[in-house]
């Protein structure tokens, strides 16, 4: 299968502890985007690279979490502190770019924090 | 601000009927527009997209949309409903002003859509 992958699919963490989730991209994307999904809710945009440079992130994102894409293929998404708030499916998605609008979505990673 | 609404939580319609999810936007500019379907606990798999061109769009496993710029929607149809087809639409529209380069995009609220026997 050659589609997006994350990983873990689900993580469970008691409050205060810090988190780390991995999105492996479609080979040859150069774009990669987060997002969080809660329940009955449609996906927020939380952050975009493009290759390794991490050029847009939402006010969602605080500063608890972080981003990296440090070769421009895989990409980390860590959450310090973690929080009741920060329940949610985090969703990776991946795009070749230039004039290809859409986006191809991972099974996302669901977390909860007790 | 660009958005994306979906008036209707649940559509119900017997298998074999047609079907329409409803999808209105607001945009500045020329939208770019997107049906995505998720099955439980599953990401979002793309089904199509508008970006120009004919107002009658064709995508995945047989479903269409239809743009339509005076009443500023773009609904999801298709001909003859499958069971199988049960599951949770996203419409979704590429964020203009977006930093960066980038095309993210905004979400509706999402329509469960029901097929029955």
């Known amino acids: 299968d050659t589609g997006v992958s994350q990983n873990p699919r689900h993580k469970i963490t008691k409050r205060g502890q810090n988190v780390t989730f991995r999105c492996d991209p479609i080979s040859e994307h150069n774009r990669l985007y987060w997002y969080r999904q809660t329940l009955g809710q449609g996906p927020e945009f939380l952050t975009y690279?493009?290759?390794?440079?991490?050029?847009?992130k939402s006010r969602l994102l605080s500063d608890r979490f972080s981003a990296e894409r440090p070769k421009g293929s895989f990409s980390t998404l860590e959450i310090q502190r973690t929080e009741q708030g920060d329940s949610a499916m985090y969703l990776c998605?991946?795009?070749?770019?230039?004039?290809?609008?859409?986006?191809?979505f991972g099974p996302g990673t669901r977390l909860t924090v007790t | 601000a660009q958005s994306v609404a979906q008036p209707e939580d649940q559509v119900k319609v017997a298998e074999g009927n047609p079907l329409t999810v409803k999808c209105t936007y607001s945009v500045s500019g020329n939208p770019y527009l997107f049906w995505y379907v998720q099955y439980p606990n599953r990401g979002l798999q793309f089904l199509l997209k508008y970006i120009t061109g004919d107002n009658l769009v064709k995508g995945s496993y047989g479903f269409e949309a239809e743009f339509n710029k005076s009443q500023t929607s773009f609904h999801l149809k298709k001909p003859s409903a499958l069971v199988s087809d049960s599951a949770l639409y996203f419409c979704a529209v590429r964020d203009m002003v977006s930093t960066g380069g980038g095309n993210k995009l905004t979400f509706g609220t999402g329509t469960q859509l029901k097929v029955e026997l």
């Open positions: 998605a991946s795009s070749l770019g230039g004039r290809t609008y859409e986006q191809y």
């Open positions: 690279f493009q290759n390794e440079a991490q050029l847009e």
